[in-house]
């Protein structure tokens, strides 16, 4: 079955960095477009990153542009989400997500079809 894991997360301080890693299984990854989701205690879902299936196109949400950089390696069925210049507000349970190719560009976390259990990451001022 299809499976998304990820990892990296933890406690930082503001003005910090943290890598996140995602390990896909049971897709085939390359034929997919691969994001990152948020969720706050008592917030929606929201969109963070995205990559496009072949890695050519990334695009950020509005607050994470020239902070936050996402990547992958297609050959280890994985994707990366660099993230830079913590702020306490992004702290957040962080979700690597998979949808299909066609909603790479889309904001809404309702166009991924498998999800990650999440991994946390607390900003501390």
């Known amino acids: 079955q299809e499976q998304l894991v990820e990892s990296g997360g933890g406690l930082v301080q503001a003005g910090g960095s943290l890598r996140l890693s995602c390990a896909a299984s049971g897709l085939t990854f390359s034929a997919y477009n691969m994001g990152w989701v948020r969720q706050a205690p008592g917030k929606e879902r929201e969109f963070v990153a995205g990559?496009?299936?072949?890695?050519?196109?990334?695009n950020f949400a509005g607050s994470m542009k020239g902070r936050f950089t996402v990547s992958r390696d297609n050959a280890k069925n994985s994707v990366f989400l660099q993230m830079n210049s913590l702020k306490p507000e992004d702290t957040a349970v962080y979700y690597c997500a998979a949808g299909a190719a066609w909603t790479y560009g889309s904001s809404d976390p309702n166009n991924y079809t498998y999800w990650g259990q999440g991994t946390q990451v607390t900003v501390s001022s």
């Open positions: 990559i496009s299936a072949n890695g050519r196109g990334t």
